[in-house]
T-cell receptor, first 114, second 112 residues
Framework: DTEVTQTPKHLVMGMTNKKSLKCEQHMGHRAMYWYKQKAKKPPELMFVYSYEKLSINESVPSRFSPECPNSSLLNLHLHALQPEDSALYLC?????????????FGPGTRLLVL | GNSVTQMEGPVTLSEEAFLTINCTYTATGYPSLFWYVQYPGEGLQLLLKATKADDKGSNKGFEATYRKETTSFHLEKGSVQVSDSAVYFCALSDGSFQKLVFGTGTRLLVSP
């Protein structure tokens, strides 16, 4: 099973709202990722968690706040977003092992900020 | 730095035609190479991968061979279907394995 699930599938929020995106995997992977994808572009890495600790933050604005409550769950808390933050947000997971580094992606959350 | 270059799209083909999508890379060391596919409105799905030189990845009729001498990982399929219409991303993982480097993506449109 190589499934990563994400909720919600779609989200519309105003610039003053607070919302959260959720990601879950049950493959025993110890690395989890958040990506942002704009239309007709490749995914851009935002954050990486390794063994439930933040290991990479690609200079993402503080209005995006990641959280990894346990090894299977990854959240992205959103607050005071801007319209330009509208995008597809993808979660991925992988083993922490050079020989099994394949990242498996979820279906994404399509976010619209009004 | 590491980079991946893909051919510009869209690639437009008729059903049952032969497909090639070119991908070349620049990397230090020995990266792993991947092809991901993204169908409209969906996330990325791993299509195939290769982890060392001369490895051939294959899946669902698609295949790609890791060519270190030409730093290439071209995607091929002998007979495309309408259902193969999607965006295809070539990517590499360079050993700092938490970072994937993606190409710009190539849109494939297959008509009946």
């Amino acid at each position: 099973d190589t499934e990563v699930t994400q909720t919600p599938k779609h989200l519309v929020m105003g610039m003053t709202n607070k919302k959260s995106l959720k990601c879950e995997q049950h493959m025993g992977h110890r690395a989890m990722y958040w990506y942002k994808q704009k239309a007709k572009k490749p995914p851009e890495l935002m954050f990486v968690y390794s063994y439930e600790k933040l290991s990479i933050n690609e200079s993402v604005p503080s209005r995006f706040s990641p959280e990894c409550p346990n090894s299977s769950l990854l959240n992205l808390h959103l607050h005071a977003l801007q319209p330009e933050d509208s995008a597809l947000y993808l979660c991925a997971s992988s083993q922490e092992d050079r020989s099994q580094e394949t990242q498996y992606f979820g279906p994404g959350t399509r976010l619209l900020v009004l | 730095g590491n980079s991946v270059t893909q051919m510009e799209g869209p690639v437009t083909l008729s059903e049952e035609a032969f497909l090639t999508i070119n991908c070349t890379y620049t990397a230090t060391g020995y990266p792993s190479l991947f092809w991901y596919v993204q169908y409209p409105g969906e996330g990325l799905q791993l299509l195939l991968k290769a982890t060392k030189a001369d490895d051939k990845g294959s899946n669902k009729g698609f295949e790609a061979t890791y060519r270190k001498e030409t730093t290439s990982f071209h995607l091929e399929k002998g007979s495309v279907q309408v259902s193969d219409s999607a965006v295809y991303f070539c990517a590499l993982s360079d050993g700092s394995f938490q970072k994937l480097v993606f190409g710009t993506g190539t849109r494939l449109l297959v008509s009946p």
